[in-house]
């Protein structure tokens, strides 16, 4: 294969990014307020997690707000499931993996990406708050790349909200521990995280959001002769 086919091949992949960051704009640009629920994908509908998702996401619902998940199973079958008992906007952003994801079929919008720096804008851009239930490295990611982005001011600040206190606590006890003591973070860096076993409370944290960011919106706009 000469350099030439390589660099040829490699035009042809940024047209295919080009077209997944196109689609995702396209499709979500209408969906109104939405939160994206993170989550492992091996929980099973009788886990106490799985569970919880379903009961999130449809008071979420309820509450005139968008869900975004990866689109699997799991945690992200349970809540685009508590969307859809709602008959809300359920969205699944589906990834190609090698080991085939199956797209859960509480989905009522459906994208698929192949490349997963694509999907992760479309779970932040679209999202006034994020979710994580208990999972493992990807919601991990998810987690520390909109702490990051918040941290650094790339993205405006919103509700990062990790569910199962039990689940949680080792994390937050080494960033409240060892972060803070080796001075690799401030403490004004942590006020974004909330933690919480409520249902009703992560509403209730989304609400409060969505209300001052609605009033920040209104004290933007120019006032009539300006």
Known sequence: MSI??????????LFRILSEFVEGFEELTDIGPAVSIFGSSRFKPGNKYYKKAVE?????????????????GGIMEAANKG?????GVSVGL???????????RFQNKSLHFRYFFARKVMFVKYAI?????????????EFFEALTLIQT????????????TSYWQPILDFMNGNMLEYGTITRDDLKI?????????VVSIINKHRDWKMRMVEKAKPSEGS
């Open 4 to 13: 030439d086919d390589l660099k040829g091949k490699e035009t042809w992949r």
């Open 56 to 72: 999130v996401a449809r008071l979420l619902s309820e509450n005139g707000y968008a869900i975004i998940t990866g689109g699997g």
């Open 83 to 87: 969307a859809s008992l709602n008959k």
């Open 94 to 104: 589906n990834i190609t993996l090698p080991r085939e994801q199956k797209p859960n």
């Open 129 to 141: 708050g994020y979710v994580c239930m208990p999972g493992g490295f990807g919601t991990l990611d």
């Open 153 to 164: 001011h790339k993205i405006y600040p919103f509700p990062l909200i990790l569910f199962g």
């Open 193 to 201: 995280i909330k933690v919480t076993n409520d249902p009703q409370e």
